[in-house]
Each structure stands twice: as structure tokens, then as C-alpha cells.
């Protein structure tokens, strides 16, 4: 297995697992998307919002900071992150340009069963009885090939935008990395971590890193009371870094111990990170990997951006331990694990842990 594709290559989809509905064309929520009876736990919206830890990344403390808060939330925001704000607003403009084309024109650039990138609906939608109130656009690589069915002459910008929000990213997240391995006190782990400690290349996508850029888009929904913008997961990878389009719906919420789904509120001009899959075996159950979703709003939509950071697909993934620790889980490649949970979204930790 040599790329992320090759990964999602042996795990196809069928095609109604891939189509998004019309949401233009629908005026209320067709049984198919109701999620009103589903899982009583999925209507749980009476907690207040609140804000996630935030973490300049330009304290002398960071590393301790981010280290923490990993360990207690899993989930943060940044700021000072070096992504700047002329291309927060070019991303989002072309975020806004492509999802606000006809339906007919987005599916010009529809996800094939067997494919990573391109789009459709979330990759996770076969694990549920229902569909999502949500439509997206995976980058894996470069974005060309399905731009360029969209706009035949008018893709270069969108795909230099795109391209350059990924090499941002990447700095970002290797960064963040680099603090959290420390804070474990591995930082002689960097050695063995090639493709970390050479991110000297600007390819967004380098053959020796697993990258992701998923655009999102939750359009507003006639009774968001029955309807899932997307439904409660942990992510793959090592890390997530989220943001959201400026002047749309919130709608990230994550599950607290004790306390239920709690909305989060972004503050403008932070990026939000969490823990991944990979990061919680990584850090053997230390830092975990924290169940989000998205809900919906009748009056506004949501659009975001989410970019995911792992390993090379051929990296062993292991946990770091204390002396004398027990380990929790087995080793796994990049690759296989990925393949794992797009065959069996949550069921795939529990496969790697050790009973």
C-alpha cells in the first residue's frame, strides 16, 4: 500500500453511499436524512456553548500548554498559527465558490466508490441507518482533476488556493507535533521520524506524509430537530485542524464525560485542533481522540475546513510508554489502520487494543 488512495481503494463505497441529496430541492426533511428516532442520545442540544481551551502559539509555554490540553480536551484552539488572514479569505471564497453551484455542476467532480478525493457525502455515511445533512469535497493530492471538470477554464485559482492552505497546514500541524512528542518526552523519536524531521519540501501532499483537506458544507435545514449535519465520530489521523468559514452557523460538538454534547464556539481568528485515532495509540491512551459531530440550523448554513495529518500509509504506529506501562495497543501501519476504519469506523480501535 503505497498512498492514502490505495487505502480507500480496497475499501469502495456503493453509489447511493457517495450522492448527496439536493438540498435545494427538498422544502422538508425526507425520511431518508430524519434522525429524530434514531438514537435519543443524538437530540441531547440543552447545554450551553462553550469555549475551547485557547493556546498562543507564541507563549514561551506552548509546549506545556498544548501538551495539557491534549491530555484533558483533546480538542483546542490556536492562535498566532502563521496561517495568514489574506488566505483564511481566499480559501473561504473559493469554499463558498464551489459549494454554491448547482447541484449538477458540483456532481461534475463526484467522489468515485473507490476513490479519496472529489465529492460527495461523508465517508462515514454507510455506518448509519441515515443520511447526513452535509455535502463535501475531499483534496487528497492535488486538486486539479476534479477542479477542472468543474471549471474548465477557472480552475487554476481555486487549485493554487487550495494548494497553498495545504502547505500552511502542514507547517501548522508538523509544528504542533514536534511540541507534542516533546511534551511526551520522545524527542528523540524525531530521529527515527523522517517525514517529520525533514518537512523541508513544500508539496502539499509529499509521497512521505498522509494528508487530507476535506471541505465541508451543512446547509441550512427545514427542522434541524431531525437532521444530523454529521453524525458522532473520532477522527483517523494524527491530528485535525478545523476552521470555520467566517459568517456561517456553528455546529461542532463534542462529547464531554459527564456533562453530554456541548456546543463549541470558535473565536475568530483561531484554528480549532483535536486528537486523532492515531495520536490516542501513539500516546498509549494518554491523549484521547475525542467523539464529535455536527448539527445543523434551520435559518443558517455551515461551511469549514477540516485538514487532517498522519504518517506515511507504510509507518508502524506504536505506542510510546513509560517503563513498566502496560501497552494498550498493537502495533498497525498507517495504512492499515485507515483501511480498518473505513471498513469499521469506531470498531477499529477496539481491534488494535490490547485485551
Not at 465558490?97 to 449538477?104: D, E, H, Q
Request: glycine share 6%; aromatic share 10%.
Amino acid at each position: 500500500m503505497s498512498s492514502l488512495s490505495d487505502a480507500y481503494r480496497n475499501a469502495p463505497l456503493l453509489s447511493h453511499h457517495i450522492i448527496p441529496l439536493d438540498f435545494e430541492s427538498v422544502k422538508h426533511v425526507p425520511e431518508s436524512h430524519s434522525w429524530q428516532n434514531f438514537d435519543s442520545s443524538l437530540s441531547t442540544r440543552d447545554q450551553p456553548p462553550e469555549s475551547l481551551p485557547i493556546i498562543d502559539l507564541a507563549d514561551p509555554n506552548a509546549l506545556n500548554l498544548v501538551g495539557q490540553v491534549c491530555e484533558a480536551w483533546g480538542m483546542f484552539q490556536v492562535t498566532n498559527h502563521g496561517i495568514s488572514s489574506v488566505l483564511l479569505t481566499d480559501v473561504e471564497y473559493e469554499t463558498k465558490r464551489f459549494f454554491s453551484l448547482p447541484s449538477k455542476e458540483k456532481m461534475k467532480a463526484l467522489r468515485s466508490p473507490g476513490g479519496a478525493s472529489g465529492y460527495g457525502v461523508a465517508r462515514i455515511t454507510p455506518f448509519f441507518n441515515k443520511f447526513m445533512w452535509h455535502e463535501g469535497f475531499t483534496i487528497v493530492e492535488s486538486p486539479v482533476h476534479h477542479a477542472r471538470e468543474v471549471w474548465p477554464h477557472g480552475y487554476q485559482r481555486f487549485c493554487e488556493v487550495m494548494e497553498e492552505y495545504q502547505k500552511k497546514m502542514k507547517e501548522l500541524t508538523e509544528r504542533l507535533l514536534v511540541l507534542i512528542l516533546k511534551f511526551l518526552g520522545l524527542p528523540g523519536v524525531l530521529l527515527d521520524f523522517e517525514w517529520l524531521r525533514h518537512p523541508t519540501s513544500h508539496d502539499p501532499c509529499r509521497p512521505d506524509s498522509c494528508t487530507a483537506l476535506q471541505l465541508n458544507y451543512y446547509p441550512s435545514c427545514p427542522d434541524p430537530t431531525r437532521a444530523m449535519g454529521l453524525a458522532p465520530h473520532t477522527d483517523s489521523f494524527l491530528l485535525t485542524v478545523i476552521h470555520q468559514v467566517r459568517g456561517t452557523h456553528g455546529g461542532l460538538e463534542i462529547l464531554k464525560d459527564g456533562v453530554g454534547w456541548v456546543r463549541i464556539v470558535p473565536m475568530e481568528g483561531a484554528l480549532v485542533v483535536n486528537v486523532g485515532d492515531m495520536l490516542h495509540i501513539m500516546s498509549n491512551g494518554m491523549f484521547p481522540s475525542v467523539l464529535h459531530r455536527v448539527v445543523v440550523d434551520k435559518t443558517s448554513h455551515r461551511m469549514s475546513l477540516a485538514y487532517f495529518y498522519g504518517p506515511p500509509v507504510d509507518h508502524r504506529l506504536s505506542p510510546f510508554t513509560a517503563s513498566g506501562a502496560p501497552v494498550r495497543f498493537r502495533p498497525v501501519t498507517v495504512g492499515k489502520y485507515i483501511e480498518m476504519k473505513a471498513k469499521s469506523l469506531e470498531d477499529a480501535l477496539s481491534q488494535v487494543r490490547v485485551r
